[in-house]
């Protein structure tokens, strides 16, 4: 999941590049630009297509890109068209993403090399070659010159995609904060994915009716990743919430102190004086956040005395340990507190008070290692798969400098307290109104429908008739981010009011980020389905993943044609499934029996 700018800066920050990328000459375009129009014309006339392999197409669009800049689309334009699966879209949308992640690493001489071993040769003698394409050996270049996430890691070959960069200037204020402290792109979508899902347990006003039933913004989310990941930084997205338990929790403990003082005086009675003293009341336990290893009566009671709880726990095994003892098996109310339904319990002791939580309120963070997914979540049929959003972490061998990234006259605990205290100041002002009724305008609610219909079908022919449910609590999952924006406008401008429609905006960035969580929540549930011997490793698995769906939809024997219809299926690019069928030729998966003929193995 790093992002290509992410391995570019690495590069530029290493000794190596430091020492072997000084400022180059600029070479001379308008002589390039002719040889670039040579070449073309070879390639057309022999309709030679040189783009044919993935990584190769990227480099030229990098070469082109470095070269030109914008100018340079047309020929990259020219050159994909050779290719029989050529797509205008696509390759404009290819050439935007070379344009936002060149550096200049790959040299124009990639294009010629490329050409030179297909047999379209352009004289060395009439290029005019510069000085600096002179320095700069051919076949190197187009070896190592393009950054290594952008050529091994582009859609499902080896990483899941992140949240598209652009959002984050339009986020609300106390996000945008949040964000901007995070140095690399994976952590900066952690702290907003996690942050949003925080910031859902105190937002008690905020509802919804989605269905006919009364929704509130309480979510649901798992991030797993490697030892190394940095999904450690999540703990940052308590400290938005965590001066508002401790308020609650500190209340709670000066009326247990009272409530114990008051039990001792009437208990000191005697006679008459007791028979006509009421014996103090128990006061209801006041917390937001209750730790995950409680047991299931005082989950329960916690619960039914507040309405509205967070667990969050930075170890999936806390979960997964509680729920396998006898005493703190409560899954299924944590199941049923997603849509806020109804569960009652039986107190034990001498009152034996039973008691109904009529809407339970809950919001679960939860981070942990790969294993503690399936652990927690053993299979694709599990209820928990269907509630849980997931964004799924990975490691990276590269060192990373600790000291000249952040500031260290404000540490990150500062930063995230100081954003809380604001927080519960507009938690404070926000319960002040007894119910805030969100909405969709009409024409948002056209395109949420039209948006999760879409990805409906996508994900059932994906995956079939068991990934409904996932689908169907995706939505649930949207509305309740909007939710979480649109309070955070109020928390902005100071004005609260008893309705709150969504911005369009905030609805654009939830749609932005949902379309990555699906993506994100369809490789784990991949990996938990029955069958599949993928462990849950994050990195270096979704392709795998990918893989096995795309040949479940091919015949034994396939063609050139059925992979077609299978890209088309499965909503990739033809490229995409020629790329993964090679890697299953490579892997032993598939035997290439003659020219666009295959069977698998």
């Known amino acids: 999941m790093t992002s290509p700018d992410f391995y570019l800066q690495l590069l530029d920050n290493s000794d190596t590049a430091s020492a072997t990328t000084a400022q180059k000459?600029?070479?001379?375009?308008?002589?390039?630009?002719?040889?670039?129009?040579?070449?073309?014309?070879?390639?057309?006339?022999?309709?030679?297509?040189?783009?044919?392999?993935?990584?190769?197409?990227?480099?030229?669009?990098?070469?082109?890109?470095?070269?030109?800049?914008?100018?340079?689309?047309?020929?990259?334009?020219?050159?994909?068209?050779?290719?029989?699966?050529?797509s205008s879209a696509e390759c404009d949308s290819k050439y935007d993403e070379c344009l936002k992640s060149n550096q200049g690493r790959t040299n124009i001489s990639t294009l010629f090399y490329l050409a030179e071993q297909q047999g379209i040769t352009i004289h060395k003698g009439s290029r005019n070659r510069t000085s600096a394409e002179r320095c700069l050996p051919t076949q190197t270049t187009s070896d190592k010159n393009v950054a290594l996430s952008f050529v091994e890691t582009q859609e499902e070959d080896r990483t899941l995609p992140m949240i598209d960069e652009a959002i984050y200037s339009t986020l609300p204020d106390i996000l945008r904060k949040a964000t901007d402290t995070m140095c690399i792109r994976q952590e900066k979508d952690l702290i907003l994915i996690g942050s949003i899902v925080t910031l859902s347990c105190a937002l008690l006003p905020f509802r919804t009716i989605y269905h006919g039933r009364t929704i509130f913004p309480n979510m649901y989310l798992f991030v797993p990743g490697p030892a190394g990941s940095g999904k450690g930084r999540l703990d940052f997205c308590y400290r938005l919430v965590r001066p508002i338990h401790v308020e609650k929790r500190e209340a709670w403990q000066i009326a247990q102190a009272q409530y114990k003082q008051e039990l001792e005086k009437y208990r000191s009675l005697r006679g008459k004086d007791k028979a006509a003293a009421t014996p103090p009341i128990k006061p209801p336990i006041g917390l937001l956040r209750i730790p995950a290893n409680s047991s299931a009566t005082s989950f329960a009671e916690t619960m039914a005395d507040n309405g509205n709880l967070i667990i969050f726990e930075t170890e999936g095994d806390t979960v997964v340990n509680t729920f396998k003892s006898d005493y703190g098996n409560y899954s299924d109310n944590f199941r049923k507190a997603f849509a806020h339904e109804e569960f009652g319990y039986l107190r034990r002791g001498n009152d034996s008070e039973e008691r109904e939580v009529t809407c339970p309120r809950l919001t679960v963070v939860l981070s942990g290692t790969p294993e503690q997914v399936r652990s927690l979540i053993p299979n694709a049929e599990n209820g928990l798969l269907s509630r849980f959003i997931f964004y799924c972490m990975s490691s990276t061998d590269q060192w990373l400098d600790g000291f000249s990234s952040y500031d260290a006259d404000h540490p990150l605990e500062k930063t995230f307290d100081d954003l809380g205290t604001a927080f519960k100041d507009f938690y404070s002002r926000l319960n002040g109104t007894e119910e805030i009724r969100f909405r969709f305008s009409f024409i948002q609610q056209q395109k949420f429908n039209d948006f999760f219909r879409e990805e409906k079908q996508r994900m059932k022919a994906l995956n079939g008739d068991s990934y409904t449910a996932s689908s169907h609590r995706l939505s649930w999952a949207a509305i309740r981010m909007a939710m979480v924006l649109t309070a955070l406008r109020m928390m902005e401008s100071g004005w609260i009011t008893d309705t709150a429609e969504c911005s369009d905006t905030d609805f654009s960035t939830v749609l932005s980020i949902i379309k990555v969580i699906s993506a994100h929540n369809d490789y784990v549930f991949n990996t938990l389905s029955d069958g599949n011997s993928e462990e849950v490793k994050v990195s270096e698995t979704y392709s795998s993943a990918a893989r096995s769906v795309l040949l479940s939809k091919l015949p034994a024997r396939f063609t050139s044609q059925d992979m077609k219809t299978a890209a088309a299926l499965i909503g990739r690019s033809p490229r995409t499934v020629e790329r993964q069928i090679r890697r299953a030729i490579e892997n032993g998966q598939v035997q290439e029996l003659g020219r666009g003929t295959y069977k698998k193995i």
């Open 25 to 86: 000459p600029a070479l001379h375009t308008e002589d390039t630009a002719a040889q670039i129009e040579k070449l073309i014309s070879e390639l057309q006339t022999t309709g030679t297509d040189i783009t044919s392999d993935y990584n190769d197409w990227i480099k030229i669009g990098f070469a082109l890109a470095g070269q030109f800049g914008e100018a340079g689309r047309s020929y990259f334009h020219r050159i994909s068209s050779l290719h029989p699966d050529y």
